[in-house]
């Protein structure tokens, strides 16, 4: 990963960090993404689940709901903090690391992440993907949701700028990924995967490799 990349992943960890307290009221706002919730239930998420960059626990209750146990992980203590209160189940476990470091010390049935995918820089996506794979049991599935084809008009856009309540700007990494471009992308990287767009959204399932 390049230097330009890091100081980038920095100012992303500091955006979300600040933004922890706004960050609940776009799923108050929009309707779509409330609906795109209840998709959850069709997905195959079962036994010991791994959430990456779980955020404020939007997804965690629900997660929770469908798997024995669940290993929630987010960089940022501040939005780890609401998570903790709104999963209020003896099923989670909160860990605070970087999703790009992390290392987990046990394998899961399933490995989850929401409006994750889009902020893996394009240098980190293949690392990434094989971080996934490790974690993963055998049989084991990564299921993800993201944004998709709203943005996919900007695929050649690797960043954003967000603003704040309070005016504040901060850089983060943003990549609109459309269904068949990363499904082919995942196939190069040894993965069986199914991305298939639902509304302005792309929701995947996603075999890992099979070891040799």
Do not use: N
Not at 32 to 58: K, S
Not at 162 to 170: I, M, P, Q
Request: glycine share 8%; hydrophobic share 45%.
């Amino acid at each position: 990963m390049t230097t330009s990349d890091d100081a980038l992943l920095a100012e992303q960890i500091a955006y979300y960090r600040a933004r922890a307290f706004e960050y609940d009221r776009i799923y108050a706002e929009r309707a779509d993404l409330r609906e795109l919730m209840a998709a959850l239930d069709g997905l195959p998420v079962a036994g010991d689940v791994l959430e990456l960059a779980c955020g404020t626990g939007q997804w965690t209750g629900s997660l929770a709901s469908q798997a024995r146990s669940v290993t929630a992980v987010d960089s940022a203590p501040e939005v780890l903090g609401i998570a903790r209160e709104r999963a209020g189940s003896p099923k989670v476990e909160f860990v605070q690391a970087d999703v790009f470091t992390w290392r987990p010390e046990r394998r899961y049935d399933t490995v989850f992440f929401a409006f994750w995918l889009s902020h893996v820089p394009a240098s980190r996506f293949g690392d990434f993907w094989a971080t996934v794979a490790a974690a993963l049991a055998p049989d084991g599935r990564a299921v993800f949701i993201d944004e998709g084809l709203a943005g996919a008009a900007l695929e050649d856009v690797s960043s954003e700028v967000r603003s704040l309540d309070d005016g504040s700007e901060y850089r983060i990494v943003k990549i609109y990924h459309e269904p068949a471009a990363l499904s082919a992308e995942l196939t190069a990287l040894g993965w069986s995967a199914d991305v298939r767009p639902l509304g302005d959204f792309i929701v995947g399932v996603a075999e890992p490799p099979t070891p040799l």
